[in-house]
C-alpha cells in the first residue's frame, strides 16, 4: 500500500527555535499534502492544504507566517514552525493523496514539544 | 465541521465482530464514505471506503444504507490491536481534506 513517511518523529526544542518537519511520499507521487495538528484527547485539525508547485492555503486562524509550508515536488512536503513557543507544542501530521478519489495516506506525526 | 454522528465509544469482546455505527443524514450524492482509525500516538490508518455499494477488504466490511444516510463498519473478529479511535468521514470527490469528528473509541476487551 502507499506509504507515507513524516520525519523527525519526536522533537524537543526550547522557545524561539524554528523547527523544519517533512512529509515524503515513497511510493507515488503526491498531488496535493494536507497538514494536521492534534491536541491531547482531541481530533486532528486541519491546518492547510498543500498542492505541488503552488502556495498552500490555510485554515482560518492558522498564520501562514507562523507555519510556513513547502511542497516543491510530488514527493516532498516541508512544515516550518517558525520562532515555535509553548502553545505550539503539538502532534502535527501530514497525509498525502495522489488521485481525487483515491485514499488519503498518513504519516505516523511529529510530536514537537516546546519548552 | 464534520458531517457524521458516532457514538463516542465502544466495548467489544475479543474474537467477536465488532460494528461501529455512523450517520452522515446529510450526505450528498458525490460523497464517499471512509473510515479511518486511530491507534494512540500514530498518525490515522485507512480502512475502506464506499459510495453506495456495501464494500469489503482484508480488514474490514462497510455496508452502507439503500438511502446512504448511514453506515457500519464491521471488523469480523476484533483482537486487541483493534483497540482504537475510528473515524467515519464523508469527503467530495477530488483533493479535498479529510475532515475529522471526534470518532468512536473501540477497546477490545480480553
Known amino acids: 500500500g502507499a506509504v507515507v513517511s513524516q520525519h523527525p518523529s519526536r522533537v524537543i526544542c526550547k522557545s524561539g527555535t524554528s523547527v523544519k518537519i517533512e512529509c515524503r511520499s515513497l511510493?507515488?507521487?503526491?498531488?496535493?499534502m494536507f497538514w494536521y495538528r492534534q491536541f491531547p484527547k482531541q481530533s486532528l485539525m486541519l491546518m492547510a492544504t498543500s498542492n505541488e508547485g503552488s502556495k498552500a492555503t490555510y485554515e482560518q486562524g492558522v498564520e501562514k507566517d507562523k507555519f510556513l509550508i513547502n511542497h516543491a515536488s510530488l514527493t516532498l512536503s516541508t512544515l516550518t514552525v517558525t520562532s515555535a513557543h509553548p502553545e505550539d507544542s503539538s502532534f502535527y501530521i501530514c497525509?498525502?493523496?495522489?488521485?481525487?478519489?483515491?485514499?488519503?495516506?498518513f504519516g505516523d506525526g511529529t510530536r514537537l514539544s516546546i519548552l | 465541521d464534520a458531517k457524521t454522528t458516532q457514538p463516542t465509544s465502544m466495548d467489544c469482546a475479543e474474537g467477536r465482530a465488532a460494528n461501529l455505527p455512523c450517520n452522515h443524514s446529510?450526505?450528498?450524492?458525490?460523497?464517499?464514505v471512509y473510515w479511518y482509525r486511530q491507534i494512540h500516538s500514530q498518525g490515522p490508518q485507512y480502512i475502506i471506503h464506499?459510495?453506495?455499494n456495501n464494500e469489503t477488504n482484508e480488514m474490514a466490511s462497510l455496508i452502507i444504507t439503500e438511502d446512504r444516510k448511514s453506515s457500519t463498519l464491521i471488523l469480523p473478529h476484533a483482537t486487541l490491536r483493534d483497540t482504537a479511535v475510528y473515524y467515519c468521514i464523508v469527503r467530495a470527490p477530488g483533493n479535498t481534506p479529510l475532515v475529522f469528528g471526534k470518532g468512536t473509541r473501540l477497546s477490545v476487551i480480553a
Open positions: 464506499g459510495l453506495k
Open positions: 497525509s498525502a493523496t495522489f488521485a481525487g478519489n483515491q485514499p488519503q495516506h
Open positions: 446529510t450526505i450528498s450524492g458525490n460523497e464517499y
Open positions: 511510493d507515488f507521487q503526491a498531488t496535493t
